[in-house]
């Protein structure tokens, strides 16, 4: 049951210094949509032709690995101060990117974990994938054309589709303890890259029970989250388009930009007290300090 207690822990996040934690979080947002937007650019740039959209892809991936390690590097360690009641401010998420805060290591730390995840789905699609590669670039293809396929278009199912999705969720459950751990230890202890990943997989393999009971609880959370923030943002829309159909939009925004946020908060807050039963060994959140804006690390 530790599972649900870090649920509820990441949700409870940010009452030691709300500014900090739900600002950091923004940012955090914000530099998550620079890689999309990278790609869009250079898509047009570029063309929409397979080449083009290979090197955007490409290049995009690049720039999301290692400006994701270093802002997620960042506000790991704002939550951290902000759990033990050290001052720290939401500019703090931006500390990575300045020198001597250990940026090559978070983003070192960031490949390896991209490089586990790529054997890992390499070695799921070759034991139960047969024609997953196949089918995956049929849909490419499609994709390429434009507008919605018909369903005569549409090729068929693999026939280990299933599996495939079923090992593709145990795989996504245990890199997301290999993550918060490791990159935990990175982020906030100075571990060594391989020490970390040690510490990330033993960590994980020993509490793989509660890892995947969180991860069922929420995303059964998420869904029934989705479904009321979705009737939420029906409703405003329809009381919206009676005057205007744009201040029905104006009204949905803030919906989903706070649904965005809450998300953000959740998700790493989660991941930080993971880190922290399983190798932080750090002392009980302490009341917040009101002064300063810098971490003591």
Same mark, same amino acid.
């Given at each position: ?110 490949? @390896? *974990?991209? &490089?586990?995840? $790529?054997?890992?789905? %390499? !070695? +799921?699609? =070759?034991? #139960?994938?047969?024609?997953? /590669? ?73 509490? @793989? *029970?509660? &890892?995947?009971? $969180?991860?069922?609880? %929420? !995303? +059964?959370? =998420?869904? #029934?989250?989705?479904?009321? /923030? ?68």
């Amino acid at each position: 049951m530790k599972g649900l207690e870090w649920l509820k822990r990441g949700i409870n996040l940010g009452r030691h210094n709300p500014k900090a934690v739900f600002g950091g979080a923004v940012l955090v947002a914000i530099g998550a949509l620079l890689p999309g937007l990278l790609q869009l650019v250079m898509l047009q740039a570029m063309g929409a032709s397979a080449t083009g959209q290979l090197i955007a892809m490409g290049l995009s991936t690049v720039v999301s690995i290692v400006l994701m390690s270093l802002l997620v590097g960042g506000y790991l360690r704002v939550i951290h101060a902000a759990e033990q009641g050290r001052p720290v401010g939401p500019s703090d998420v931006l500390a990575p990117f300045r020198a001597g805060q250990g940026a090559a290591r978070l983003v070192l730390f960031g490949v @390896l *974990l991209v &490089l586990v995840y $790529l054997v890992l789905a %390499s !070695v +799921v699609i =070759l034991l #139960v994938g047969e024609g997953f /590669i196949e089918w995956y670039m049929q849909m490419m293809v499609l994709s390429q054309k434009g507008g919605a396929p018909t369903a005569d278009a549409m090729p068929a199912l693999p026939e280990g589709f299933g599996s495939v999705v079923g090992l593709g969720f145990l795989v996504a459950v245990f890199l997301g303890g290999v993550y918060s751990i490791g990159f935990g230890q990175v982020a906030l202890t100075g571990r060594s890259l391989g020490g970390a990943l040690k510490d990330g997989l033993g960590g994980t393999l020993k509490n @793989l *029970l509660p &890892l995947l009971l $969180l991860a069922v609880v %929420s !995303v +059964v959370a =998420l869904i #029934v989250v989705a479904l009321v /923030i979705g009737l939420v943002v029906t409703l405003l829309a329809l009381v919206g388009n009676l005057i205007h159909p744009v201040l029905g939009m104006v009204l949905a925004l803030p919906v989903y930009l706070a649904l965005l946020l809450g998300i953000y908060v959740v998700m790493f807050g989660v991941m930080y007290q993971i880190w922290r039963d399983v190798a932080g060994d750090v002392p009980p959140p302490v009341a917040p300090s009101t002064s300063g804006t810098h971490i003591e690390l």
